[in-house]
Every structure is written in C-alpha cells, then in structure tokens.
C-alpha cells in the first residue's frame, strides 16, 4: 500500500519569493491537512482540505494557503516567504470516516534564506 | 482543546518496559485519548488511541486512569527503533474523523542499548 507522498522533499528559497509543496495522500483517503514543525513551536496545523473544501484552519497569516484537487492531492503555498518559514512542512492523511488515524508523510524541509 | 502535560524526556534500557504518561486534567467526557510518536527524520505515526478501556495493539498497551484524568503509554519491551517523541493528544468525539491535531512538546525517549 503506497504512503503518503510530499514533494519535494528538500528545497531552498530565498526571501520574498514563494512556494509550492504537494502531497498526494493514500488512495481513497479524502482528508489531507498540513503541518509546520519548527524547533521552537514544534508540530503546528495548518489547515485541512476535504473533498476539495477547506474544512479546518489553523492560525497562520494569509500567505499560508492550500487547495485539494478532485483526486484528492493537495498543495500548499507560502508566498512573500520570511525566514521563520524555514521548517519542516508535514502532510498527513485520512480516510474521513471515524477512524481516528492520521498518516503522515516524511514532509518538505523549507530552508528560507 | 483540553491540554495534556508529558515529562520532556524519559531514558529506558533496551529490552525493558516503558511507561510514558500523560496528564489531562481537564479532559472531557467526549475526549479520546491519541498517541502518536516521531521517529528521528520522519512523519508522526500514529500509536494507539483509546476512550475509557484500556487499549492494546501490535505495537503498545494504553493504560486510562478510572477517572480519565491521567493516562499511560506502555511499550512493553523496548527497542533502538523506538527511539522518538512521543505525543499524547486529546481529540473530542466530534473532531475525531477530521485531519486537525494539536500536538504538545511530547516526550523524548531515548533507549539505551
């Protein structure tokens, strides 16, 4: 059974400009969210994406947004990037129905420069 | 969202049994009890979860206090491999099928060979 998949895996931006994560989740799972971790506020959500709806929000400025396609991957963009962006960004998935699991990807480690 | 309290961090020998707990004082009748942990350079995977009845699977037993107050992770014998941080949270009823997770600062748990 596939995992989850985000890429990339690594990359490196500089100040000002923007960026675009994907993640695809498991098949037949129709939830996917977005996670920060960063070494000083650990594991933060960000949003989450059903049947191409955003359904839950975290608390991050406008310039973190996302979208789900109809086959359910999604992607997350960050513009006019800071330095406190650098972090790991996390996707994970479910399948909607009360399972209680989430299944995380390995994330994209952004590095703001 | 109820809070939960976990030490920083714990040491266990291999091949002994872990306890990690976990306070939540101030849970709800509608609260289920998650864990999660990271493993070094990877996504959370998700561990157990439970509601009131002790819980166990494949890969840990969760022990629930009677009064729900206090809960208990146990790894009955430890290996290198489960070397992480560990993550008690609390997800109400309601929210338990949705991707939005509020992690703490979790406990790190080393293993020593």
């Known amino acids: 059974k596939a995992g989850v998949t985000q890429t990339p895996r690594y990359l490196i931006k500089t100040r000002g400009q923007q960026v675009t994560l994907s993640c695809s989740p498991i098949s037949g799972h129709r939830s996917v969210s977005w996670y920060q971790q960063t070494p000083g506020q650990g594991l933060q959500f960000l949003f989450e994406y059903f049947s191409e709806t955003q359904r839950n929000k975290g608390n991050f400025p406008g310039r973190f947004s996302g979208r789900q396609f109809s086959n359910s991957r999604s992607e997350m963009n960050v513009s006019t990037l800071e330095l406190g962006d650098s972090a790991l960004y996390l996707c994970?998935?479910?399948?909607?129905?009360?399972?209680?699991?989430?299944?995380f990807g390995e994330g994209s480690r952004l590095t703001v420069l | 969202d109820a809070k939960t309290t976990q030490p920083n961090s714990m040491e266990s020998n291999e091949e002994e049994p872990v306890h990690l707990p976990c306070n939540h004082s101030?849970?709800?009748?509608?609260?289920?009890i998650h864990w999660y942990r990271q493993l070094p350079s990877q996504g959370p995977e998700y561990v157990i979860h439970?509601?009131?009845s002790n819980v166990n699977n494949r890969m840990a037993s969760l022990a629930i206090a009677e009064d729900r107050k206090s809960s208990t992770l146990i790894l009955h014998r430890a290996t290198l491999r489960d070397a992480a941080v560990y993550y008690c949270?609390?997800?109400?009823?309601?929210?338990?099928?949705?991707?939005?997770?509020?992690f703490g600062q979790g406990t790190t748990l080393q293993v020593k060979p």
């Open positions: 994970a998935c479910n399948p909607g129905q009360n399972t209680g699991e989430l299944f």
């Open positions: 101030t849970i709800s009748g509608t609260d289920y």
């Open positions: 949270i609390l997800r109400d009823v309601d929210s338990s099928n949705t991707g939005k997770l509020i």
């Open positions: 439970g509601l009131t």
